[in-house]
């Protein structure tokens, strides 16, 4: 594993993957990554200088997001992940326009792998417009990027906006009786509007909390299936990898990381390592101007 | 009531107080404020693009804070309020080396404010040194300024971060079973450490919720005071305001503002009228480069 702001040099031609979040959510998705990819070197940026984008607007989220794409790129990124949903909700088609490497974001996966495992459980042929229901921050929410996504794969989605999750999860209360009860309440406020077949976790931090979200799910009465979109944003960089020139050089060694924060790295080793997993050994401070 | 980006030209001559916080929390000192000074005009900035300061480092919340203390400077401002209690934290000295106005921070005035109400409480004379609790964000904790504050007055601080309250004020649930819940944990937490006479509510949002804390204050038996720095800070302005030149220009009509934002004006619109507990005309979207 290195830690260094380069590449490591005995391993010069390592495909390099950008990854990109506001913070340390992401880093559920650069775990997965790590999982399923060998042989690359992910170099990865939380934004934490001005996190959280959740409440903030498209405009904003933009500018921010579009900056960090660029940075990544200019340290030789040859593919990117947003690995942040309301980046990805409110500036993939803005990213793409600014850099000149493929984007793959965490919203059209986490939407094919919901789709997947819902056709899986119903009968064929199934006449109705499955339900799916989308736990996400307010920009998300506010975006309908999941519905666009989900109305293209034939599903019919309600989007619940869950603004206390993050906060939640960020106090470290992930086994904690105050978020079940928020949890309750979001997930009883939502199954007034819908029925669904599928629960989708729009948001990379709720990979810590999803058996507490799988619980409540079940609590309802509900059978309805409960995805993260981590491990399907990561299948889906390993098929776009598959596809590029890059992937000739790609090894069976493990991958390796390293990250780039815009605020405190000590409280980025500190809380990312609950996020990853796994220790982050070290933290380089990135000045991004805001 | 003026909301334009210049103080109205027919009142030229009025004293211009600039304001500055993170974000809508400000906005209950501008209130206090309001009431307290007539015939000056208020410039107000929320920092909403970066928003929240109290997670993040002294480093960045002190480059954020003077960037808006020039700003309100270079806009005429002829005296600053910090109505933020991390900025005020992590960033009063820089932000007084950076501006040439006088600077009044949240902090020494609600230290002083408890200060007093504790003291008309106690039996003269009264040997130990009073306890006293601040509630605050992470950041305003780990600064310790509170502490040094309330030393410096002779009473002994216990600072406890409280960083789910900010995100249940700005869900709305400011009278809700769960955030009543979350008082009370925090509370118990803190109780177990001391036995305050007094409890500083030292983040500018917690006076939404100011008589959920009285009341699980009183479930635990105490008779503190609770008391919130937004009056204190108020009256701080009012005494500083009488000390310069620019006092001869008040008059007795009511005081103006006007509202600049870094981020969604239509958010800060809507969420900051509850802190003002006024409408919010007009705000105009300000680009900090950030």
Redesign the interface.
């Known amino acids: 594993m290195s830690t260094h702001t380069e590449p490591p040099m005995t391993e010069t031609h390592r495909p390099i993957i950008g990854v990109f979040d506001s913070g340390f959510g992401g880093l559920t998705v650069l775990r997965a990554l790590l999982s399923t990819i060998h042989g690359a070197h992910f170099l990865y940026i939380g934004d ?3 996190l959280p984008y959740g ?3 498209r405009a ?1 989220v933009s500018r921010y997001a579009v900056e960090s794409a660029r940075l990544l790129e200019s340290r030789g990124a040859q593919l990117l992940v947003i690995a942040c949903n309301t980046a990805t909700a409110l500036a993939l088609d803005d990213i793409r326009a600014a850099v000149s490497v493929p984007v793959v974001g965490v919203i059209e996966p986490g939407a094919q792998a919901t789709a997947a495992a819902i056709r899986s459980l119903l009968p064929t042929p199934y006449s109705l417009l499955p339900e799916v229901l989308i736990l996400a921050t307010a920009a998300t929410v506010q975006s309908h990027a999941y519905h666009a996504a989900c109305a293209a794969l034939g599903l019919n989605a309600t989007e619940k906006a869950c ?2 999750l ?3 999860v ?2 470290g ?1 992930t086994n904690h009786p ?1 978020t079940r ?2 949890i309750r ?1 979001y997930l009883r406020e939502a199954f007034a509007e819908c029925t669904p077949r599928g629960v989708l976790l729009g948001c990379t931090h709720y990979p810590l909390i999803h058996s507490a979200i799988e619980h409540e799910v079940r609590a309802l009465d509900s059978h309805a299936v409960v995805v993260d979109s981590a491990q399907a944003t990561a299948d889906a960089v390993s098929r776009t990898l598959a596809s590029l020139p890059i992937a000739a050089q790609l090894t069976s060694t493990p991958s390796t990381f390293e990250c780039l924060a ?3 790295v000590e ?1 980025f080793q500190r809380l990312g390592s609950h996020f990853l997993n796994q220790p982050i050994p070290s933290v380089t401070l990135l000045d991004l ?2």
Chains 1, 2 share one sequence.
Request: glycine content about 8%.
């Open positions: 934490t200088a001005r409440a903030k607007s904003t603004p206390l993050v906060p939640l960020e106090e209360w105050v009860e928020v309440i815009t605020d405190s409280k101007g805001g």
